[in-house]
């Protein structure tokens, strides 16, 4: 089963989506989350705010953020490759992803390979992170 992580940057809860202004995009990103979900794949997902453990434990993650700092966040990875940083992805989006990046080699190590077909990070647009 493919495994979907999603680290978000610090947020009030765990998913963006309260206070009295919700940026529209991270209630769109928990539903696409949820029709990952749907197509079989384990999703996880990561606050900094509250489980700042999980990006020290991941080694790609502690290390795209000791290059790159918390702009690199949200960091969408698929079974262990980075396929979004820095905002998070449409469905679409997640959808090539799913179906482009190569699969998981239990025997290798996790990398920041990128999808073979596109060749690249999936660019996104950036939330800013904030929720409330």
Not at 20 to 43: I, N, S, T
Not at 59 to 69: C, D, F, I, P, S
Not at 98 to 127: F, M, N, Q, Y
């Amino acid at each position: 089963m493919p495994r979907l992580e999603v680290f978000d940057p610090a947020m009030c809860c765990s998913t963006g989506v309260c206070g009295p202004r919700v940026d529209p995009v991270l209630p769109r990103f928990a539903a696409d989350l949820e029709w990952v979900r749907a197509q079989g794949v384990d999703v996880q997902r990561h606050n900094l705010a509250h489980q700042a453990g999980d990006f020290v434990a991941n080694a790609l993650v502690r290390k795209t953020l000791a290059e790159q700092g918390e702009g690199c966040l949200p960091l969408v990875l698929l079974d262990g490759h980075i396929v979004a940083q820095g905002g998070y992805p449409t469905r679409r989006e997640l959808a090539e992803a799913l179906l482009t990046h190569p699969p998981a080699d239990p025997g290798s190590a996790p990398t920041s390979e990128k999808p073979r077909v596109t060749g690249r990070v999936i660019p996104v647009r950036s939330s800013g992170g904030k929720c409330c």
